[in-house]
């Protein structure tokens, strides 16, 4: 070994990173038989340690007393209380940071805070002549930035295929599946009574969230979530079978594949013509009526019937692994 | 002024919320805290005037996520006193079967 190197692992800085990457301090003139008879002797303490835990006298049967011998054996209860000490302090350390960061933000709704700029004033100035919309968040999420919301939709897509591939029985799987006889429940009289009366309502106040996406707050998101969540609490109530009648594999899949392409087509159509400059052929109608704004409307749609299916998805594989 | 102290309240009640979920050792209970956690939240929301987000997080926060979760402790038998009320049925339904299966013997 050439003398720089040696000087280099002397010093402290190194053989400080090394201790802490848990590595052995080796002495350059420690022979190797030496270093293998130190590691023998090491070797033979731990073991005689872990014979006298295992023997030890059958006398005391307290399972905290043993865990604490155990602990005294291997040395984790001196670290114990200075982990939490640490914890507790990493956290302290953590919150007055973040309050001493928040405290210089603008005030909520100030008028002279960084996001009041032009970009959010161009928006709702122009955007209702240039959308045809009255909720200029709809407007903004489903047209100025319309491609983004298609990149988030397809992440739906994506993380509803990840599940399946890791929770989808089929063939052989399913008939080796263990029967669950709470798939398909004994008739709850409370609670299919409450979900004859609740599971309409919350189907038609998500229809309706969804179909006023542009004029009122909520759209194809809200809307598929709320929508989602009344397929689950019909299909909590009633059962697989009942709900595989008309929301089975096939339908879904129709659904799913056929809103999302189609929703492409729209986003390529309002792309080219944006693009090339040409007036699109939907007309974007009078502002504030049901039939308005051009393609949202389609688009709002698409979305939440995607939202919808990714929310009774992911219920039906974790509890059943299927449809 | 009422309310400022309305959301005070609330936003105190969330950090409650927050810690309580960590400090739980049954898993039921700190999804019950973190599905009311984010029903306080959804309120919040329309204080803070954004209404859709409030919609949102009412549906997903309250309603889906907690379903998942409940769904998944059920998967793993996290539930607590499950099996033994799983036994106490089994035993009912074995008694009851004998006593059905007595009777029809006798008759």
């Known amino acids: 070994m050439s003398k720089p190197r040696k000087d280099y692992e002397e010093l402290k800085s190194v053989r400080f990173r090394r201790f802490i990457q848990g590595e052995r301090?080796?002495?350059?003139?420690?022979?190797?038989?030496?270093?293998?008879?130190?590691?023998?002797?090491?070797?033979?303490?731990?073991?005689?340690?872990?014979?006298?835990?295992?023997?030890?006298?059958?006398?005391?049967?307290?399972p905290q007393a043993d865990a604490k011998r155990f602990a005294e054996i291997t040395g984790m209860k001196r670290f114990h209380k200075v982990y939490v000490f640490m914890a507790f302090v990493l956290c302290i350390c953590i919150i007055g940071l973040l309050i001493y960061n928040v405290a210089y933000m603008p005030n909520y709704g100030s008028a002279d805070a960084p996001t009041n700029n032009e970009v959010s004033e161009k928006y709702l100035e122009d955007g209702q002549a240039d959308t045809g919309v009255v909720n200029m968040v709809t407007g903004m999420i489903l047209q100025?930035?319309?491609?983004?919301?298609?990149?988030?939709?397809?992440?739906?897509?994506?993380?509803?295929?990840?599940?399946?591939?890791l929770l989808f029985l089929k063939g052989k799987d399913e008939e080796n599946a263990p029967h669950d006889p709470e798939l398909d429940p004994e008739p709850d009289m409370i609670l299919q009574t409450v979900a004859r009366f609740l599971v309409p309502l919350v189907m038609i106040f998500g229809i309706y969230i969804l179909l006023n996406g542009h004029l009122s707050p909520g759209g194809g998101f809200s809307g598929g979530a709320v929508m989602g969540a009344g397929l689950i609490l019909y299909n909590a109530a009633f059962g697989f079978t009942k709900t595989g009648r008309f929301f089975n594999e096939k339908v879904y899949d129709i659904l799913k594949v056929g809103s999302l392409a189609l929703y492409a087509m729209i986003i390529t159509y309002c792309l080219f013509t944006g693009a090339n400059d040409i007036a699109s052929i939907v007309p974007l109608g009078k502002v504030g009526a049901i039939l308005s704004s051009g393609l949202i409307l389609p688009i709002n749609i698409l979305v939440g019937v995607e939202v919808a299916c990714t929310m009774y998805a992911f219920y039906a594989l974790f509890r059943k692994g299927g449809f | 002024m009422a309310s400022k102290i309305i959301i005070l309240l609330l936003v105190l009640f969330l950090i409650i919320c927050a810690i309580g979920v960590s400090f739980t050792k049954n898993?039921?209970?700190?999804?019950?805290?973190?599905?009311?956690?984010?029903?306080?939240?959804?309120?919040?929301?329309?204080?803070?005037?954004?209404?859709?987000?409030?919609?949102?997080?009412?549906?997903?926060g309250a309603g889906v996520t907690s379903v998942l979760f409940f769904v998944t402790l059920r998967k793993i038998d996290a539930m607590k006193d499950r099996p033994e009320e799983l036994e106490e049925q089994n035993a009912l339904y074995q008694s009851n079967e004998e006593l059905s299966g007595e009777e029809a013997s006798h008759e």
Request: glycine share 2%; net charge negative; with cysteine.
């Open chain 2, 27 to 60: 898993l039921l209970v700190s999804v019950v805290i973190f599905m009311s956690y984010s029903l306080v939240m959804s309120v919040i929301w329309i204080f803070l005037e954004s209404p859709d987000l409030a919609i949102t997080e009412a549906a997903v």
């Open chain 1, 25 to 62: 301090e080796i002495s350059t003139e420690v022979s190797m038989e030496e270093f293998q008879r130190q590691m023998d002797k090491e070797h033979e303490e731990d073991e005689r340690l872990t014979y006298n835990y295992l023997n030890r006298p059958n006398v005391e049967m307290d």
């Open chain 1, 144 to 165: 100025y930035r319309a491609f983004d919301t298609f990149g988030e939709t397809h992440v739906l897509f994506i993380a509803t295929c990840a599940v399946m591939i």
